[in-house]
């Protein structure tokens, strides 16, 4: 075993096995740290997630409360459109009562002018018929003839 290829192989064992051992932890530091930057990557990655889910929960409860309020909203407007529409058909109802009755105190204030043009009229002709009469002596045939004459001019009067 004092060959030198025996002492060259037992040189060359101990120099991997030296080799070996410093390499082997120089590959172990790296594999270490490549691990440990992988893991960070996805203790990164996880938060991330947890971020993002965040995120679109609260997303997800604004539309929810932005629905909900449009409802409301919604809602609000159809209850008070439907106020205004019963506020209207009482105005509206109101207003023609009104009106109604307006025109039903003209008419009565026509009818009353007209019954008192009327009256007037027929004080006026027999106020002339009554002259005739009178200042005539006249018989009273023929005071019944100016008396039927004056009434059925009395229409024309009218008008």
Do not use: C
């Not at 002018?113 to 200042?135: F, M």
């Amino acid at each position: 075993m004092n060959t030198p290829e025996f002492w060259v192989l037992v040189s060359f064992v101990i120099f991997m096995a030296l080799v070996w051992k410093k390499a082997g932890a120089a590959i172990g530091s790296v594999l270490d740290g490549r691990a440990e930057k992988i893991r960070a990557e996805l203790d990164e990655a996880e938060r991330l997630h947890k971020d993002a889910q965040a995120l679109l929960n609260g997303y997800q409860r604004r539309q929810a409360d932005a629905l909900k309020e449009a409802e409301a909203v919604l809602s609000h407007a159809r209850e008070e459109a439907a106020r205004l529409r019963a506020q209207a058909g009482t105005d509206l109802e109101s207003s023609l009562k009104r009106r109604e009755a307006q025109a039903m105190e003209r008419i009565a204030q026509a009818e009353a002018a007209a019954v008192t043009e009327v009256r007037n009229l027929t004080v006026d002709v027999a106020i002339g018929a009554s002259r005739r009469i009178l200042s005539g002596g006249l018989q009273a045939v023929q005071a019944d003839r100016l008396i039927e004459q004056s009434i059925a001019e009395l229409p024309k009067h009218l008008h």
